[in-house]
């Protein structure tokens, strides 16, 4: 595992250059109570300073534990936080689209994250900030995350590094321990995990990002994710007349 303190200063680094080079004021990074939006808000507040970032805690049916959370990490960091509760939209958008077409199960779940992204976006163009996506490199890797939804953002610092590395940031930077200590969760059901949906573990995704050897069952169901969630990590392929 690289040293996180080399770790955080490359990654501030690299976002005040981002934030210089788009002209924008800031950033905005929602607030979830759990571990990567907390390392977001932390590196965000080291380049930027505490006035040119905003959080924002986003519930949607979300259990009380993670207001708890996003607020206990917000006071502890020392940035403004927002809370926008999305729970009645979603009833609301749910009374819209099901008479049409019900949702199944997990595109119903994804209507949450493509809220909050909605959200995100018009903060950060009210205010003329950026949206910073909190995805790091296990969940790129195999696309454990939802399309246009948390996935849709300006600029992704922890993309680079696996949770181990997640982890040791936020004991550095003084996220509180709850928050780093709990199981990593979307939240978008009740008990949901993500080591528990993905029939992975972070240990054993950590390793194949790193590209150390994993047990061959990991690596081949790592790869198949990976397999099919690439169009997740590109731009939609675009028409091009004549090359066909
Ligand atoms: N080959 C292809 N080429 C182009 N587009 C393709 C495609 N295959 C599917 N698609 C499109 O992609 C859609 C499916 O992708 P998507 O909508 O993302 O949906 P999907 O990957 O099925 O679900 C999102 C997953 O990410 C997890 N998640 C979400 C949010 C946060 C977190 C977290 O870690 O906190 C985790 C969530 O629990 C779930 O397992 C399809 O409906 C289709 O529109
Ligand atoms: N309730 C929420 N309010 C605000 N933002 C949210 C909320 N839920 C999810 N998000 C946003 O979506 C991102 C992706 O969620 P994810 O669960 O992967 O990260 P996390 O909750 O920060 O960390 P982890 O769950 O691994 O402890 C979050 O980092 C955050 O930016
Ligand atoms: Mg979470």
Same mark, same amino acid.
């Given at each position: 595992?690289?040293?996180?303190? %080399?770790?955080?200063?490359?990654?501030?680094?690299?976002?005040?250059?981002?934030?210089?080079?788009?002209? &924008?004021?800031? &950033? +905005?990074?929602?607030?979830?109570?759990?571990?990567?939006?907390?390392?977001?808000? &932390?590196?965000?507040?080291?380049? @930027?300073?505490?006035? /040119?970032?905003?959080?924002?805690?986003?519930?949607?049916?979300?259990?009380?534990? $993670?207001?708890?959370?996003?607020?206990?990490?917000?006071?502890?960091?020392?940035?403004?936080?927002?809370?926008? $509760?999305?729970?009645?939209?979603?009833?609301?958008? #749910? #009374?819209?689209?099901?008479?049409?077409?019900?949702?199944?199960?997990?595109?119903?779940?994804?209507?949450?994250?493509?809220? *909050?992204?909605?959200?995100?976006?018009?903060?950060?163009?009210?205010?003329?900030?950026?949206?910073?996506?909190?995805?790091?490199? $296990?969940?790129?890797?195999?696309?454990?995350?939802? %399309?246009?939804?948390?996935?849709?953002? $300006?600029?992704?610092? @922890?993309?680079?590094?696996?949770?181990?590395?997640? *982890?040791?940031?936020? /004991?550095?930077?003084?996220?509180?321990?709850? +928050?780093?200590?709990?199981?990593?969760?979307?939240?978008?059901?009740?008990?949901?995990?993500?080591?528990?949906?993905?029939?992975?573990?972070?240990?054993?995704?950590?390793?194949?990002?790193?590209?150390?050897?994993?047990?061959?069952?990991?690596?081949?169901?790592?790869?198949? /994710?990976? #397999?099919?969630?690439?169009? %997740?990590? %590109?731009?939609?392929?675009?028409?091009?007349?004549?090359?066909?």
């Amino acid at each position: 595992m690289r040293d996180a303190r %080399k770790l955080i200063d490359a990654i501030e680094k690299w976002m005040s250059q981002i934030i210089s080079a788009s002209g &924008a004021g800031g &950033a +905005v990074v929602g607030l979830s109570g759990g571990i990567d939006s907390a390392v977001a808000a &932390a590196l965000l507040k080291g380049a @930027l300073g505490t006035e /040119r970032v905003i959080t924002v805690y986003m519930p949607c049916h979300s259990i009380p534990l $993670d207001g708890e959370h996003a607020r206990l990490t917000a006071e502890a960091l020392g940035v403004k936080m927002l809370t926008v $509760d999305l729970s009645e939209t979603f009833d609301v958008y #749910r #009374r819209t689209i099901d008479p049409v077409m019900e949702p199944s199960t997990l595109a119903a779940a994804n209507i949450k994250p493509r809220l *909050r992204m909605i959200t995100a976006y018009s903060i950060a163009q009210t205010l003329g900030y950026l949206v910073c996506g909190t995805g790091n490199k $296990d969940e790129l890797t195999v696309g454990y995350f939802t %399309k246009y939804g948390d996935g849709g953002s $300006d600029f992704m610092p @922890l993309a680079d590094l696996t949770k181990a590395e997640v *982890r040791a940031i936020a /004991r550095e930077v003084g996220v509180p321990p709850p +928050v780093v200590e709990k199981p990593p969760s979307a939240g978008l059901w009740e008990g949901q995990t993500d080591e528990q949906e993905m029939g992975l573990s972070y240990e054993v995704l950590d390793a194949y990002v790193s590209g150390q050897p994993v047990d061959e069952k990991s690596r081949r169901e790592i790869e198949r /994710r990976r #397999r099919i969630s690439e169009h %997740k990590r %590109k731009m939609p392929p675009i028409c091009v007349i004549g090359a066909v």
